[in-house]
């Protein structure tokens, strides 16, 4: 290799671990992320240059990205709507992440097509001697065919490292919704925006540095893949049915009656799928994934089952005889005023008010009585003879 040929091969490398690095970073909060470069490009862009620079570089996109997080960002901090902006961050971090990574996608294209093309080519001349094209075993020398194809592989490399990592940064945002505590969120966001200060930080010192460490981060998200993809489903799931208002629509099938499982041997927490009432009893019905073979656990004989009823929404409980109760499957939010109806269709089962729920009627049927204006009837009965003194 001649000392040109090493010259550009190092560049291209530099360049493809600086493109690494920001599909990593941008991808644990792609809408500010995007907003932030895009800002950086626009302002370092000579003024007669601008209006050449793509969409997301612009500032209708980018003013707008960071006006939408900062409005999020100041509704997480009214007492109570804040609920409601957390539940809107689940969809604007979907939403953002669907634009972000096919652009951050095209960014490691642009400069690993042609490593990757060179490598496309060998593998065809190791496999298909007689395909190798002409003058394609020169050093460097690709046809057109195979830079598209790099081109291709590069960019769907770029989607897929993308969304391992969006997907493990996601689940901090319903981490943060399902939290009953605020410190915990400030712990959960403190940690997250360490993360990317971090990276950022190596990136920015030298690229190979922060290639090793987007390295790291893309092997610590693959390794929670499976439980980052139940957590959004849950999140997702979770959300849509509050936003939308799903539980007065809702209509209770026998055979179908989604849930996530909360306590079932065999089965990872809260992975999405249905119980079903069959011949032979209760079943849990899902596919890993959500696209694979259908699989289904068995539950517990219905006379060991109860469905209680909670705030948000209803559960299944395994109530045997001297144990204490413990939760098989959590039903999402559109089932939350359908208890009933779903121990009818799942049973008969047993149905009962959750404890905060049992307290939450006993305080409201107190304060009723104490600031109700109607008096209640006195009891009809015999008259009550008075002793008489003397």
């Not at 941008?26 to 992320?33: I, Q």
């Not at 006006?67 to 969809?91: A, N, T």
């Not at 989604?258 to 249905?274: D, I, Q, S, W």
Request: net charge positive; with cysteine.
């Amino acid at each position: 290799m001649s000392v040109r040929d090493f010259k550009a091969s190092y560049s291209q490398g530099r360049g493809a671990a600086r493109s690494i690095a920001k599909i990593t970073g941008v991808s644990m909060t792609p809408l500010l992320g995007m907003a932030i470069l895009g800002a950086r490009t626009y302002f370092s862009t000579p003024k007669d240059q601008r209006s050449k620079l793509p969409w997301h570089q612009q500032p209708a996109f980018f003013v707008t990205g960071i006006l939408v997080m900062l409005v999020l960002w100041l509704g997480h901090r009214l007492p109570i709507i804040k609920k409601l902006f957390k539940l809107m961050k689940l969809y604007e971090s979907k939403v953002s992440a669907a634009v972000a990574l096919p652009v951050l996608g095209k960014g490691l294209a642009l400069v690993a097509a042609k490593p990757i093309a060179i490598g496309l080519t060998s593998a065809a001349a190791l496999v298909l001697p007689s395909a190798y094209a002409a003058g394609a075993n020169s050093p460097g020398v690709v046809s057109d065919a195979a830079l598209h194809a790099g081109q291709a592989v590069a960019w769907l490399a770029g989607i897929l490292i993308g969304a391992i990592v969006w997907m493990a940064g996601h689940t901090v945002n319903v981490l943060v919704l399902i939290s009953p505590v605020g410190l915990v969120d400030w712990i959960l966001k403190s940690m997250k925006a360490a993360l990317i200060g971090f990276l950022l930080f190596c990136a920015a010192a030298n690229p190979w540095l922060g290639l090793v460490v987007s390295l790291v981060y893309i092997l610590a998200a693959l390794w929670i893949a499976g439980w980052s993809f139940r957590l959004m489903v849950f999140g997702f799931v979770f959300s849509s049915d509050v936003l939308l208002f799903r539980s007065g629509r809702q209509t209770i099938v026998a055979g179908r009656i989604e849930a996530f499982v909360a306590g079932l041997e065999g089965v990872a927490a809260r992975t999405f799928g249905y119980v079903t009432s069959g011949a032979e009893g209760l079943e849990f019905v899902y596919r890993p994934w959500l696209v694979f073979k259908r699989r289904s656990v068995r539950l517990p004989a219905k006379a060991e089952l109860a469905i209680e009823k909670g705030l948000i929404s209803p559960v299944l409980l395994r109530v045997g005889a001297g144990e204490k109760p413990s939760t098989l499957v959590r039903f999402p939010p559109r089932y939350r005023p359908h208890g009933a109806a779903i121990a009818v269709a799942l049973g008969p089962l047993q149905l009962r008010d959750a404890p905060v729920v049992r307290g939450f009627q006993a305080a409201k049927a107190w304060i009723k009585e104490q600031v109700g204006r109607r008096r209640a009837p006195l009891p009809v009965g015999p008259p009550v003879e008075t002793a008489s003194v003397g």
